[in-house]
T-cell receptor, first 112, second 116 residues
Framework: KQEVTQIPAALSVPEGENLVLNCSFTDSAIYNLQWFRQDPGKGLTSLLL?????REQTSGRLNASLDKSSGRSTLYIAASQPGDSATYLC???????????FGTGTSLTVIP | GAVVSQHPSRVICKSGTSVKIECRSL??????MFWYRQFPKQSLMLMAT?????????EQGVEKDKFLINHASLTLSTLTVTSAHPEDSSFYICSAHVAGLTDTQYFGPGTRLTVL
């Protein structure tokens, strides 16, 4: 069964810093990988979607990379802002079905 | 973009009562809807997959008689928590899969259930 792990579990940085969130998965047979943002008590907001054939996606200050063979993805956030404070989840979609496997999340706090 | 709504957004009920949560796709038809549950400080966990017009498929460890799922139309799925207990208190999120695509799920805003 697919297992998705995120490191670190929590991260606190001063405003303006660049940071990297890590996601690893055990089964490389994935359809795609998504990074989500979750604010407390709220649903998920999709940030970036990387297809299994792609190596990276960029949106604004966010850049996500995917190394499927090694089972790793990173989310890079440039010039962090207090509004970036949230929990970030990565999820892989199995290519055997429409099922997401979620990581445990990284709780990010950006200090003004 | 595609919008998924959930109702109610928050519900508090007494132990032993049943609670119904609705998930609607507002501007598209969803052949498949997924129900997730999130306990505090834990990740989302898939509970069940709901296909329109057929019985839901439940994940291992999820009691189908306790969490009743009905997907009567292409725009509505309901999750009923029967005889709720405090341990059922959680954040329930649905997502809708757009027919013809396999790579996108649109998530609802979630429902916070508190059982006293």
């Amino acid at each position: 069964k697919q297992e998705v792990t995120q490191i670190p579990a929590a991260l606190s940085v001063p405003e303006g810093e660049n940071l990297v969130l890590n996601c690893s998965f055990t089964d490389s047979a994935i359809y795609n990988l998504q990074w989500f943002r979750q604010d407390p008590g709220k649903g998920l907001t999709s940030l970036l979607l990387i297809q299994s054939s792609q190596r990276e996606q960029t949106s604004g200050r966010l850049n996500a990379s995917l190394d499927k063979s090694s089972g790793r993805s990173t989310l890079y956030i440039a010039a962090s802002q207090p509004g970036d404070s949230a929990t970030y989840l990565c999820a892989v979609l199995s290519n055997t079905g429409n099922q997401f496997y979620f990581g445990t999340g990284t709780s990010l706090t950006v200090i003004p | 973009g595609a919008v998924v709504s959930q109702h109610p957004s928050r519900v508090i009920c007494k132990s032993g009562t049943s609670v119904k949560i609705e998930c609607r796709s507002l501007d598209f038809q969803a052949t498949t809807m997924f129900w997730y549950r999130q306990f505090p400080k834990q990740s989302l966990m898939l509970m069940a997959t709901s296909n329109e017009g057929s019985k839901a498929t439940y994940e291992q460890g999820v009691e189908k008689d306790k969490f009743l799922i009905n997907h009567a139309s292409l725009t509505l799925s309901t999750l009923t928590v029967t005889s709720a207990h405090p341990e059922d208190s959680s954040f329930y999120i649905c997502s809708a899969h757009v027919a013809g695509l396999t790579d996108t799920q649109y998530f609802g805003p979630g429902t916070r259930l508190t059982v006293l």
